[in-house]
């Protein structure tokens, strides 16, 4: 069938139907997009997140002579350690009151794998002073990793506290310093 001959009056009522039903689909969808206005925090509020993925120590011991010795030559470690992690213990406190303490068992079956800590505080906008400390060797008196940072939130902004050992420690994302 070609163009001359296909019967365009008599199709004509379904196209424009057809055309005003996607049309009203179109603006009631966009029309629902922007209701119910949503927030992800109340008025006023902005967001710490403590989110960060630490190991904690293995325990390792140094071999005897004897038990080198007994070991095939490409054998010889001169320490053993267990395939366990220790759990890491990790405390904020937020304008001197505790906001987060926990000791965090390391992840995977064996405990072999980093222990993950994930926290959102909603906090009212405004400056706060932030201390942390980490450790991850319960044979070691205190914390190995600690910091402090002056945080002003603003509404509606998300800062999040991360860690890195290879970096020094604790750092900030989404706050100027």
Known sequence: MTGQNFP??????HLALGGLLSLALVLGVAALSARPAWRSLPEGTGLIRLSLTHSGVRACRD????????LPRNMRDKQI????RAPIRVEMDINGEP?????????????????????????????????????????????????SYDIVLKP????????DAGSGGFYLHGQQR
């Open 63 to 70: 071999r005897t002579p004897e038990e080198l010795a007994k």
């Open 99 to 147: 906001a987060y303490a926990a000791d965090v068992k390391p992840s995977g079956l064996v405990g072999s794998g980093p222990s993950r800590i994930y926290d959102r505080i909603e906090l009212p906008a405004g400056s706060y002073h932030v201390d942390l400390r980490l450790a991850d060797d319960p044979a070691a008196q205190g914390f190995a990793y600690k910091a």
């Open 156 to 163: 509606a902004e998300s800062v999040a506290i991360d860690f």
């Open 81 to 84: 350690c267990d395939r366990r």
């Open 8 to 13: 365009w009056r008599d199709r004509a009522p």
